[in-house]
């Protein structure tokens, strides 16, 4: 661990994306105590404000502070982005191993399920299960994990089937091991590098598509603050007030590139063929 910490450090643009997402998962964990002001509070009197000292990010047409809006809907885009990774690995990492290990029929029928739903686009994949949900933030998690589970289970089977012949591997079953204990003992831990890096990569992946279906009106619902649902509301204000958009526009982008950066270092230290370990 020391060794892959010291590698993630050398590594500017990681350290970078490590930082900014610490920054973001901050945020949205202390999203009340932070906030200046009530996200959701509309204040007729302050319509439409530029940027200031009142107002740091500036106003929306309801008066309602920009700023405070932006870090509750980070703490909505974090949310969905560990949930829905949760739910994948839940239900794609036991179903991967089980492919990989077996094989035969237990991999067909795996590989089979996975490829159906990979002929669909993630995105629309996700719009179509939301839109079958119902728009809630807790539907628009669950679609963004479903969508998800393809991807988790292709990289748990290939890990899966690449140190199933390991030496380690074969000792434990001559030394009596059970099935159990070589899946997740043995196979489980060692495919754990791959595993953290495929869910730095999913994070971003569901931040991007909370914001879709909010933007969709398929995720968070009005007057709960998403920034999915800035960009949404902004659309009609681009010109008279262009902070509506850029704002909680940056946010999305700020964070989905942090753990794109930060899973590029991880993959970087902790693959053993081609990181720095």
């Given at each position: 661990m020391r060794i892959a910490l010291r590698g993630l450090?050398?590594?500017?643009?990681?350290?970078?994306?490590?930082?900014?997402?610490?920054v973001f998962v901050i945020a949205a964990l202390a999203a009340p105590l932070i906030a200046p002001y009530d996200p959701a509070r509309p204040d007729f009197g302050q319509v439409l404000q530029a940027p200031g000292w009142a107002h740091w990010l500036g106003t929306d047409d309801l008066g309602r502070d920009q700023l405070s809006r932006v870090i509750f809907g980070a703490r909505a885009s974090m949310q969905v982005g560990v949930l829905a990774v949760v739910l994948a690995f839940v239900v794609g990492v036991?179903?991967?191993?089980?492919?990989?290990?077996?094989?035969?029929?237990?991999?067909?029928?795996?590989?089979?399920l996975t490829d159906t739903m990979l002929a669909f686009p993630f995105l629309v994949l996700a719009v179509g299960l939301a839109a079958v949900l119902g728009p809630s933030l807790t539907n628009a998690t669950i679609a963004i994990g479903i969508s998800q589970i393809p991807a988790v289970i292709r990289i748990t089977r290939a890990e899966t089937l690449r140190l199933a012949h390991a030496d380690y591997v074969a000792a434990a079953v001559a030394s009596g091991g059970g099935d159990g204990t070589v899946l997740f003992r043995h196979i489980l831990p060692n495919a754990s590098s791959a595993l953290i890096v495929q869910a730095t990569v999913g994070i971003p992946t569901a931040?991007?598509?909370e914001a879709l279906l909010s933007f969709l009106g398929l995720g968070v619902q009005p007057p709960a603050p998403s920034l999915g649902v800035m960009l949404?509301?902004?659309q009609s204000f681009l010109a008279p007030a262009p902070w509506m958009a850029v704002f909680p526009g940056l946010a999305v982008v700020a964070a989905t590139l942090a753990f794109n950066l930060l899973g590029d270092g991880l993959r970087d230290v902790l693959d053993p063929r081609g990181g720095t370990l």
């Open positions: 450090v050398a590594n500017r643009l990681a350290l970078t994306g490590a930082v900014v997402a610490a036991p179903l991967g191993l089980v492919a990989g290990f077996y094989g035969k029929f237990a991999d067909s029928a795996v590989s089979r931040i991007i598509g949404s509301s902004a």
